[in-house]
């Protein structure tokens, strides 16, 4: 229920993007932040991240499968989101995000294809009646294997990726500028926003990886490529420094400047966003990780146990502190009126259609696919499991 301080317009009573909108770019970032993740090495051959390429990649596909639901559950008539690829406008921010989404799609099934088509065709010698069948078809009825084959797979993933790179760039890129073109917004309008959104991106790609790889491993009790997570922490630490430093930078800008924008601004801040914004985002989920990756980076004899349950507590506090900068970002744009004499409010529902549970169960469904995608798709190599 909203409710509203000041002198707010009668049309901007009800916020129109709710968090079906927030979590949009959350698991859009989601899905680039894996997928640069999996081509630092099969693009740039960073052998410390071989253990994990193809867990990141699997990841990135799992998340882009419902990177759109959340839209589509936020449309009124979500069949109506097909009109933007057989009617495309050019024009329309909306028709080149459906384009770039498509391409990006086609992008990774065939990386995953050709990354796993030797363990296809495995699979396809050794089962039998239906699951015969379908691997058949998984390989295209082409089950030869040999050196040539492994070079030319190995050649077109290296194309494929460095492809993908820039492609998923624009992907959540182009997130960040829906939201900085709408200069009516004094919270969004800024040339900045969409380069706080790719680097926010990766962290969160980063932070999901390691979250998940550090859960996995210790409750299979599976040995840790140690190698990777600290690699992999390190980036975290270092890209994660970057994209705080640009939100802070960009609204040190504004403060500095002292125009009427910063006014309004300074109110959003100190009021309707100052829990969320100042004490949790900023407070608790960004400075609280920096000291702990901090730690994990800079202190050489750390315990390898203690150092891991660090790495992993900074990862999940990350995961949070970008889901409530995507929530800050696009509930509190909305909560200034153009008035700018007036605020309005918002939270969520329980059992609406966009409500908390709606938004709770579109988070937890990629995470469910990617654990079925392992039964498929295997993450991990069987060397790595300690006896």
């Known amino acids: 229920m909203e409710s509203f301080n000041g002198f707010v317009f009668p049309n901007e009573l009800h916020i129109t993007w709710t968090v ?60 109506r989101a097909f009109n933007i690829l057989i009617t495309p406008n050019f024009n329309s921010a909306m028709s080149g995000f459906g384009f770039v989404y ?27 009646g239906i699951l015969k069948f379908i691997y058949g078809i998984l390989i295209l009825r082409n089950s030869n294997v040999n050196e040539n084959t492994r070079k030319y797979d190995k050649k077109l993933i290296v194309i494929l990726g460095g492809i993908g790179i820039p492609v998923a760039c624009i992907l959540h890129g182009y997130v960040g500028f829906l939201f900085g073109s709408i200069k009516a917004n004094l919270w969004w309008s800024t040339p900045l926003m969409f380069i706080i959104f790719i680097f926010s991106a990766i962290v969160s790609g980063l932070a999901v990886l390691i979250f998940l790889y550090l859960f996995v491993h210790w409750k299979r009790k599976i040995k840790i490529n140690q190698d990777s997570i600290d690699l992999m ?43 969320s914004y100042v004490y949790l985002q900023i407070g608790l989920f960004s400075i609280v990780p920096f000291l702990l990756l901090s730690i994990t980076t800079l202190w050489k004899n750390i315990n390898i146990n203690l150092k891991n349950f660090l790495i992993w507590l900074s ?37 609406d259609k966009e409500g908390l549970i709606v938004s709770f169960l579109l988070i937890i469904i990629p995470f469910i696919l990617l654990r079925a995608f392992d039964k498929v798709f295997p993450f991990f190599e069987k060397k790595s499991i300690s006896n």
């Open 102 to 128: 498509m391409t990006y799609m086609v992008i990774v099934v065939l990386e995953i294809w050709f990354s796993y088509r030797e363990e296809f065709v495995n699979r396809y010698n050794n089962s039998q």
């Open 20 to 79: 079906m909108i927030v979590l949009y770019p959350y698991i859009t970032g989601m899905v680039a932040g894996a997928f640069i993740v999996s081509s630092f090495y099969h693009v740039f051959g960073m052998e410390k991240l071989k253990p994990i390429a193809k867990y990141a990649l699997v990841s990135s596909f799992a998340f882009l499968c419902f990177a759109t639901v959340p839209l589509l559950n936020h449309l009124g008539r979500p069949e």
């Open 315 to 351: 990862s999940g506090m990350l995961l949070l502190q970008v889901l409530f900068m995507r929530w800050n970002v696009v509930i509190g744009g909305q909560l200034v009126s153009k008035s700018m004499r007036g605020f309005t409010e918002y939270f969520p529902g329980v059992y």
């Open 233 to 275: 922490a390190k980036w975290l630490w270092g890209f994660m420094i970057i994209a705080v430093t640009l939100e802070l930078m960009e609204l040190l800008s504004i403060s500095y400047e002292r125009t009427e924008k910063w006014a309004v601004l300074q109110q959003l801040i100190g009021g309707k966003l100052k829990i």
